[in-house]
C-alpha cells in the first residue's frame, strides 16, 4: 500500500509524508467546509432543491478533488465557487430572469470552454491578453458584491426609493447574531485557527439556538434525492446570443480566479519548479474545468480552486494526496444534510462579509500612481455591485481599459485581443442594451 501511494504521488519525492499529507487535507477542508453550508443556501434562492444542491455540491468537490490528486498530483482543493455562486443567483436568475436551469447550461458550457482552451493552448493568450489590472478589480469587486448579498439576506441594508439603499432595521435578531458572528470568526482568524469560518458559523448558530431565532434541525440523515437537479441543464437555450456574455463571465472569472489561485499558493509553499514555473499548471487548470462540467451535469455552479488550499500547503501538504483526504471528507459530509438545511442565514452572513473583505484586499494591489490602470479598475469594481452584475463590472472594465490607454498614449501595452472584446462589448451597449 505504501509503495503504491508512494507511486502515485511520489510524497518522499516532493519533501512529504503520509502523515503530513493527510494533516493538510484535513487542515484545507476544515478551511473551507463553510461551503456546504453557503453554496446550497444561495443557490436554493435560485428555486433549485436545497438538498440536492447539497448533494450536487458534495459530489462535484469530490470529483474536481480527485482529478487534482490522481491527475494533477497537486495538493490544492476544488468545490463550487464563491462569487461566481452568487453571480449565478442573484444576477443571472433573479436578476436577468433567465430559468435556473438555462445558467446552469451557461456553466457548462463555460467549463467546456475551459477545456479546449486548456487543449489548445489559448489560455495562455487569454492570461496574456486581460491585464492585470483587471484580474485584480474582478476580484475586489466580488468581494463588495459578497458583501452587499451578505447584508441584504440579514436585512443589515434595505431598499429605499430616495437614497436606493438604507440602513435596516437593527433591533432584528438576524441583524444583532450577524454582528456577534462576525466579532466571534474575526477573533478566531486574529488567533489563526484554520476553521475560524465554518466554526465561526457554529458558533452563531448556536447562539441563534438558544436565543429562540434558530432551530436545530437534526444531524444525520440519508443523502438526499440528485433527482431534482441532476442533468437538468438547458444547454440550447444557454447558446442563446444573448447568454454568451454569461458563458464568457463564468470562464473570465473562473479562469483568472484559478489562476491567480495557483500563482498565490505556489509561490507562498515555495512549490515552483527549479524554472520559475507552476508544475502541472495545465493538468490543475484542467481539474477545474472538469470539475464544473461534471458540477453542471449534478446541478451546481462553477466549480474553482480554493485559495483556502494555502492552509494545507502551510501545513506541509505538497502532493495530490492532500486533494484525495479533501475528497473523502467532502464525502462523509453526503450524510449530514439536517445539520446543513437548519443552518440560518444570519449564521452564514459573517462567512460572507469576512470572505469579501478577503477579496476586497486585492484593491491595494492596483497600481494607484497610474490613472490608466486603477481608472478602468475602479470601474470594475464598483460596477459590479451597484449593477448587481458581474458580467457588466467585467465588460465595461474591458471596454474602457483600451480608450483609457489610448487617450494616454499606451496603446502599445494593450493586447490585440482586449481590443476584440472591446469592439464586442461596444456592440453589446450601444445596439443591444445592458448586460
Known sequence: ??????????????????????????TTFSTMAYILVVNPMILSQAGMDFGAVLVA???AAVLGNLVMGFYANLPFALAPGMGLNAYFTYTVVLGMGIPWQTALGAVFLSGV??????????????????????????????GLFLSLIAMKNVGLIQAHPSTLLALGDLSQPSCWLTGFGLVITCTLLQRAYRAAIILGILATWAMGIIVGAAKWGGFFSWPASLAPTFMQMDVWAALDLGAITIIFSFLFVDLF????????????????????????LGKGMMADAVATIGGAMLGTSTVTTYLESASGVAAGGRTGL???????????????????????????????????????????????????????????IITIPMSFSITTGIALGILIY??????????????????????????????????
Open 402 to 435: 483600451p480608450i483609457t490607454k489610448l487617450a494616454c498614449r499606451e496603446s502599445r501595452d494593450v493586447h490585440w485581443l482586449l481590443w476584440v472584446l472591446a469592439g464586442i462589448f461596444f456592440v453589446k451597449f450601444a445596439y443591444l442594451g445592458a448586460l
Open 322 to 380: 492532500t486533494a484525495i483526504v479533501v475528497a473523502a471528507l467532502f464525502a462523509c459530509a453526503l450524510f449530514f444534510e439536517p445539520l446543513f438545511q437548519s443552518i440560518p442565514p444570519f449564521a452564514t452572513a459573517p462567512a460572507l462579509l469576512l470572505i469579501g473583505a478577503m477579496l476586497t484586499k486585492q484593491i491595494a494591489q492596483l497600481d494607484w500612481d497610474k490613472p490608466s490602470e486603477y481608472l478602468p479598475g475602479f470601474i470594475v
Open 57 to 59: 455540491t458534495i459530489l
Open 257 to 280: 480566479d484559478t489562476l491567480g489561485t495557483f500563482v498565490g499558493i505556489t509561490q507562498q509553499g515555495g512549490l515552483m519548479n527549479e524554472r520559475g514555473r507552476i508544475p502541472h
Open 1 to 26: 500500500m505504501l509503495k503504491l501511494t508512494e507511486k502515485l504521488f511520489r510524497i518522499q519525492a516532493n519533501g512529504s509524508d503520509i502523515k503530513t499529507e493527510l494533516i493538510a487535507g484535513f
Open 113 to 142: 470552454a475551459f477545456t479546449f482552451l486548456n487543449l489548445l493552448g489559448i489560455r495562455k493568450i487569454l492570461i496574456d491578453a486581460i491585464p492585470e489590472s483587471l484580474q485584480i478589480s474582478v476580484s475586489a469587486g466580488l
